[in-house]
């Protein structure tokens, strides 16, 4: 058995366009169309490490939206999802990894500058491994130091937010090289009507009276498979959750304010500038510790959200 992954390590073997292929032989040209324009859609999908061996967290939800990300600007892949969530299986146990960090990216490649490349371009499909621990360090539990973004997140009637568009992260890009250069952790972004739209790479949610509250498509963010897990989490634990817009006002008038995504899972910020938080938040550990249990194949109300990369264990093992 390999030694495991370090923190951010990448793996030794991608799948690219139907192959294993060790990572020192895969290539991409020069002149693949995403590279220069950004045109390709990814997902970032997680594997646990469990004692029954690793689980991966709504494999096929992500393979899904990988699939209608690309529909939307024209890539063709020749793989389905359900061949794509047997690739990133296969591709796990080819590196012999007991977690890890998916990525599968479906991107246009070589042939021609045009901004038209569905007419011209073949499309390539690649999945990559690495490992990824804690995204945000000991603040993913700790809490963690957010600013107000003086970036706007894109309107949809610009970019579609519900695709994620390698292309779109630019945004986010410069979102968060300004927080880290002024001293914090991440950003929250404001659409162009000054609402709360989202973090870097997150969504937001916010805490008040013991209602949970979070935005929705029309604030212009995607709509993280996270998110969705965290409200049914809610629902399983009789936290009343509303959705609906989110103002500044409502992030400084919160008792909590926590991020959800698949790098951040369920992360807690400790301020938002200078408006501080409470290190007591209740409900956002409730709702972390709920999310950790679901992710390592221990709720058996959400079962169906784990693929395990070997066999299944017994139900009873994971009741």
């Known amino acids: 058995m390999p030694a495991p992954l370090e923190h951010m390590q990448i793996a030794p073997f991608y799948w690219f366009d139907g192959e294993v292929i060790p990572r020192e032989k895969l290539g991409i040209h020069p002149f693949a169309h995403a590279l220069h324009y950004g045109s390709g859609v ?8 469990t004692p029954h061996g690793p689980a991966v967290f709504r494999l096929r939800e992500h393979m899904e939206r990988l699939a ?3 529909a939307v600007y024209g890539l063709q892949p020749a793989w389905n999802a359900e061949a794509l969530c047997d690739a990133a299986l296969e591709i796990i146990r080819a590196a012999e990894l007991e977690s890890a960090y998916i990525r599968p990216l479906v ?6 500058i045009s901004l038209a490349p ?7 499909v690649l999945i990559a491994l690495r490992a990824l621990g804690n995204y945000f360090g000991t603040g993913q539990a700790n809490g963690i130091r957010v600013t107000l973004s003086p970036w706007r997140k894109f309107s949809s009637k610009a970019l579609p937010s519900t695709v994620k568009g390698c292309g779109h992260y630019a945004n986010s890009v410069l979102a968060m090289q300004d927080a880290v250069e002024r001293g914090f952790d991440e950003a929250i972004l404001l659409n162009d009507r000054g609402e709360v739209a989202e973090g870097t790479g997150e969504n937001v949610f916010v805490v008040k009276n013991g209602v949970v509250r979070t935005n929705d498509r ?9 998110r969705a897990s965290v409200i049914e989490l809610c629902g399983d634990l009789g936290i009343p959750i509303e959705i609906g817009p989110l103002e500044v006002d409502d992030l400084h008038d ?10 951040a899972e369920v992360t807690p910020l400790s301020c938002i500038d200078d408006h501080l938080y409470s290190g007591v938040r209740p409900i956002t550990a409730r709702i972390r510790s709920a999310y950790l249990r679901a992710v390592a194949g221990e709720d058996p109300l959400h079962a169906d959200w784990i693929t395990w990369v070997g066999a299944a264990p017994a139900q009873s093992s994971v009741a």
């Open 218 to 226: 029309s604030a212009d963010v995607l709509h993280g498979i996270t």
């Open 107 to 112: 991107f246009f490649g070589e042939r021609t």
């Open 68 to 70: 209608r990300s690309a």
């Open 254 to 263: 919160a008792a909590e304010v926590f991020f959800t995504g698949t790098a």
């Open 42 to 49: 990814f997902e970032g999908i997680r594997a646990y490490a």
């Open 118 to 124: 569905r007419f011209h371009c073949p499309t390539h």
